[in-house]
């Protein structure tokens, strides 16, 4: 009897496992996710039509920043839908050295800097919050409501949330910070991880408690919250290096490990033409968290209402594969 | 009803365990259990165990009272209802005429801090603390401070002869050492009663000896009140001035050894009594006694007088300071001393036969003890003092 | 129909929902509970750090030689401990390590509040056992992240709620082997201290507490490894110290100074394990 049961799971195991090598096929895309709202989003998008317009098997694989970009050099993932460039140490090397190559921009019209709830500055008559700080504009304001922003566990100082450490901007914050003078009344807090800063975001918003911190677009966040991006000194780049300016749109590449051009033309064509703005992402992402949304039902519901998109990054038979399968369910 | 110098008693007594708490089971069980069922009957129809069933005992102040059986026979169970580290079911432990088993919370630890102290089979020892740290437990818990107490407990350590061992840390002591130990910390408490479970159970036979010489010893210094737990019957007829033999948790007989030899209430009691005849009479250290009168030579005539007449002998066992033999010094000799005729040293008799090998066959020391004037003295290695045998011992041990 | 005994069932059960609305709920209105809960946490962190940074850097390494010569008796050791020690300074970390010694210490100070007196009750309680077993097991296998986020809702990111998600995780080897030792006392030794008329109270702090001291003893020792483990993790939810630079080495891909930093964490660890593990053997003799 026990034999028996052994053989029996032996049988299973073999035939799973030969069903796991099999994925790992010529008709295979692997998309890399670094765990973020907004990638997982343009991977279910460009998932859902490489499944049904070039019929391609789709997997992901999830990791840190770092770690996927070393896979996406060794071709274990053969496409990132968003890599930021400025964020990935890494990336100009990689390109150097032959390891990736550009498939083109993703979008570059998003934002990153020191954000405030808008009722910090306005007010919200609808929650009963007064205004607290009408006069905070720009990033040099901040030095007078240190008190505002009181750091708890410190209290005799402000706290300004900084980048995600690790991350390159994360230097330029600090030196930001050090550039305005704010580390005089102000802790600069590294939250430690993605989480932990959204979390810090959310939870300050839903109690309608000041708070001042690193912040970018697109995300669910700026989809969800009403924040305001602190104003700073016009863009140069050697003063943004310098944490002195406002921060450039950062280029958000889609980026593909340097052999699957030639593995997958067809499907190459078209993520050279993939190209949303950080606005589209915003709302997909923001329709994600009101309506709990899969990100495959996101995809479908963002690819119906911006049905121009198919005919600018398809050719029509492909587009037409597309709007069929659309339609199904 | 209680007589006046009976200290302890032990009134139709039941201690039953089960894994039921039912009022209905363990009324079948008594019903069984008073109709005279087995323990096993009462197992198998009720589903509960009947450690001890209807058990009577009396301790007179003085006494050292040994129950005996083997495991199992509610022996241990026995003793923990002495000072309710059991709760009897049922039944009525008087100790100087008031029913322990009523007292509360509040009065049984004033019982077990003052009158009633225990003995452990392997100590109880707390292995963290030092020999004058366990000795003092007992006085500890009962608010004693700093300095009494640990004058008391040096006083004990040295009594039971561990002078020099108090600070000594209790991994580094023998298993005689411990047990001297766990005594003394008995003691400490000046207690009224003395519960020993199987105390020297654990210990090597030569060990065991010394322990139980010890404790006789003790017993005629301090007078305490003894029940004491074994399951070797040659201990129980060495130590015990009445010895009641337990069986599945009910009584059998309880009887003084030389009637219990003489009149064995039932064949189990035969064949206990057996045991001691075929196994262990045989050598010497069977049949050696204790002698009820011993003196140092450093003492003088007046205490051997004394004591003589304390214990209406008319001889005393001269003994060194570290127990060693030296002679006897006879009634008519003391006097002599007394009267100034001779000095104490003059008086004392010193060809008396010894012994000095503890398991020697008796027949090997018939003729010896045939022709000796005074009982043969027996002693160690080291020239201790370890009993005596008198002529009526050797010859009872070839009657069975 | 087949589909149904193939693939799961489509039940959608939603637990999730309420339990977001209950942290939510408790958040917005009891928010003011955790803030004055926050502040007082957060001023034992700082006072243990700000104790820690007054100890100038070789008081700190003599005590730590000195410390090792009382405990193991052994100059040698002393000498290596204080050596790797300075090593963690001259890298630029004393500072780092003082913040993460302040966590450490202040989780394992509540740990051992907390943990002490469970154990110790579990041990007398018959029966609580099978309750609280599969809580503490809960405790030791749940991924960190999965209460540190709403440890961070309630308390906001920083060291409170590090030493909060440090004290869930490392407070169970303390529970756990105070429980055990107290519970393995030999029975005979219990009952002899009844028998002299203790109080359960003098039972257990003269008896069983003294008798179980080595095997608790090896208790707080694994709560303080687990505590230093958790250092990394703490990281993640803001709060400084080595733990945050190891975060950022991860994060930039930057090996050598990741390398040097989590070495840093296992000095620490290393130190205290020998000195508490000597204590250990000290106590059992």
């Not at chain 1, 939250?191 to 912040?215: D, M, Q």
């Not at chain 2, 009149?263 to 050598?283: E, G």
């Not at chain 3, 303080?224 to 950022?248: D, F, P, Q, S």
Request: with cysteine.
């Amino acid at each position: 009897m026990k034999k028996k049961i052994l053989q029996l799971l032996g049988m299973v195991l073999f035939v799973g496992l030969l069903a796991g090598c099999g994925s790992n096929n010529e008709k295979t895309v692997v998309f890399s996710d670094a765990g973020w709202d907004s990638v997982k989003f343009h991977n279910a998008v460009a998932g859902l039509i490489a499944e049904k317009a070039y019929g391609l098997k789709v997997e992901t694989m999830n990791g840190s920043t770092p770690i996927m970009e070393a896979a996406l050099v060794r071709g274990d993932v053969d496409v990132n839908m968003e890599l930021w460039t400025d964020n990935v140490a890494t990336y100009q090397a990689d390109k150097a050295a032959g390891g990736i190559v550009d498939l083109g921009i993703n979008f570059d019209d998003n934002k990153q800097g020191l954000y405030v709830p808008r009722y910090v500055i306005e007010g919200d008559p609808q929650r009963g919050i007064a205004p607290m700080a009408p006069d905070l504009h720009k990033v040099s304001d901040l030095a007078r409501y240190s008190k505002l922003f009181v750091d708890e566990e410190n209290p005799s100082k402000g706290r300004i949330y900084g980048a995600i450490p690790g991350w390159a901007v994360d230097e330029v914050m600090f030196k930001k910070y050090k550039h305005y003078g704010l580390d005089k009344n102000y802790v600069y807090f590294r939250p430690g991880s993605e989480a932990t800063l959204s979390t810090a975001f959310v939870t300050a918003y839903e109690k309608g408690l000041p708070i001042v911190g690193y912040n970018w677009e697109p995300t669910w966040i700026s989809g969800k919250l009403d924040l305001v991006l602190l104003e700073d000194a016009p863009y140069n780049q050697a003063g943004f290096e310098a944490g002195e300016t406002a921060a450039p749109s950062v280029v958000v590449m889609v980026s593909a490990n340097s052999r699957f051009p030639k593995r997958q033309p067809e499907f190459t064509e078209f993520l050279k033409k993939y190209h949303t703005s950080s606005a589209l992402t915003a709302e997909a992402l923001a329709y994600i968290a009101d309506n709990k949304a899969t990100y495959d039902q996101a995809a479908r519901w963002f690819l119906q209402k911006h049905d121009n998109l198919l005919t600018q990054w398809l050719p029509p038979d492909k587009a037409q594969t597309m709007r069929a399968a659309l339609k199904e369910q | 009803m209680q007589e006046k110098d009976t200290v302890l008693e032990v009134k139709n007594l039941y201690k039953l365990f089960g894994p039921y708490d039912f009022l209905d089971e363990r009324k079948a069980a008594f019903k069984l259990l008073e109709l005279g069922a087995s323990r096993m009957d009462v197992m198998e129809t009720t589903g509960i165990m009947a450690a001890i069933s209807d058990v009577s005992f009396s301790v007179k102040r003085g006494e050292l009272f040994v129950l005996i059986g083997l495991s199992g026979s509610g022996k241990s169970t026995i003793v923990r209802c002495l000072n309710m580290l059991h709760k009897p079911t049922k039944g009525e432990i008087l100790i100087d005429g008031e029913d322990i088993t009523k007292y509360n919370e509040k009065q049984l630890q004033e019982l077990r801090r003052t009158k009633v102290s225990m003995v452990f089979q392997n100590g109880g020892l707390l292995s963290h603390r030092d020999v004058l740290g366990n000795v003092a437990y007992g006085l500890e818990v009962r608010g004693v401070g700093k300095e009494e107490r640990e004058n008391k407990a040096m006083e004990m350590i040295n009594m039971v002869g561990l002078t020099g061992y108090e600070h000594e840390k209790l991994s580094s002591l023998s298993g005689g050492m411990k047990q001297r130990v766990g005594i003394a910390r008995a003691l400490a408490n000046d207690p009224d009663i003395l519960l020993m479970d199987e105390a020297f159970s654990a210990l090597d036979p030569l060990v065991k000896n010394d322990l139980q010489f010890e404790l006789l010893r003790i017993q005629e210094r301090m007078g305490k009140t003894i029940v004491f737990i074994t399951h070797d019957i040659n201990e129980a007829f060495k130590l015990g001035n009445r010895v009641g033999i337990l069986r599945d948790g009910r009584m059998v007989q309880i009887d003084t050894p030389e009637q219990m030899l003489a009149n064995p209430a039932d064949d189990y009691v035969k064949k206990f009594i057996h045991n001691v005849n075929t196994s262990k009479v045989f050598c010497v250290r069977n049949i050696m006694s204790t002698p009820s009168c011993i003196v140092k030579d450093s003492d003088g005539a007046n205490t051997a007088l004394t004591s003589m007449r304390a214990n209406g002998v008319s001889s005393a066992y001269v003994v060194g300071d570290h127990m060693n033999f030296i002679g006897i010094v006879t009634l008519e000799g003391a006097l002599a001393v007394r009267d100034g005729k001779k000095t104490f040293s003059e008086a004392i008799i010193r060809d008396v036969l010894q012994v000095n090998d503890l398991d020697a066959p008796v027949a090997d020391i018939v003729p010896l003890a045939a022709n000796a004037a005074f009982p043969l003295a027996v002693v160690d290695e080291e020239k201790v003092f370890r009993g005596i045998i008198t002529k009526a011992s050797v010859l009872s041990s070839f009657v069975a | 129909m087949t589909s149904c005994l193939l693939n799961f069932p489509n039940i959608n059960l939603n637990i999730a929902e309420p339990i977001d609305e209950f942290v939510r709920y408790i958040n917005i209105n009891y928010g003011e509970v955790f803030v004055a809960a926050k502040k007082m946490l957060s001023i034992f962190i700082n006072g243990i750090n700000g104790a820690l940074d007054m100890i100038p850097w070789w008081l700190m390494i003599l005590l730590v030689v000195f410390a090792t010569k009382k405990l193991m008796n052994s100059y040698r050791n002393g000498v290596i401990y204080g050596g790797l020690l300075f090593m963690i300074g001259a890298c630029g970390y004393w500072h780092m390590m003082n913040e993460t010694l302040a966590i450490v210490i202040t989780a394992v100070i509540f740990s051992l509040l907390i943990g002490l007196p469970i154990g110790i009750a579990l041990a007398a309680v018959r029966g609580a056992d099978t309750i609280v077993r599969p809580i503490l097991d809960a405790m030791q296998t749940m991924p960190t992240f999965v209460y540190m986020i709403p440890a961070v809702m309630l308390l906001g990111p920083g060291k409170v709620p590090a030493v909060l998600a440090t004290v869930v995780y490392a407070v169970v080897p303390v529970i756990r082997l105070t429980s055990h030792g107290i519970r393995q006392v030999d029975q005979e030794v219990v009952e002899a201290s009844r028998s002299f008329g203790s109080s359960s109270w003098q039972t257990l702090f003269k008896v069983q507490i003294p008798q179980a001291l080595p095997t608790i003893m090896t208790g707080i020792n694994q709560t303080m490894m687990m505590a230093v483990a958790m250092v990394v993790t703490c990281a993640m939810i803001g709060a400084n110290g080595l733990g945050m630079e190891v975060l950022i080495a991860i994060n930039r891909m930057e090996s050598g100074r990741g390398i040097i930093a989590g070495f840093a964490i296992v000095i620490i660890a290393i130190i205290i394990d020998r000195l508490t593990q000597s204590l250990v053997q000290k106590e059992g003799k």
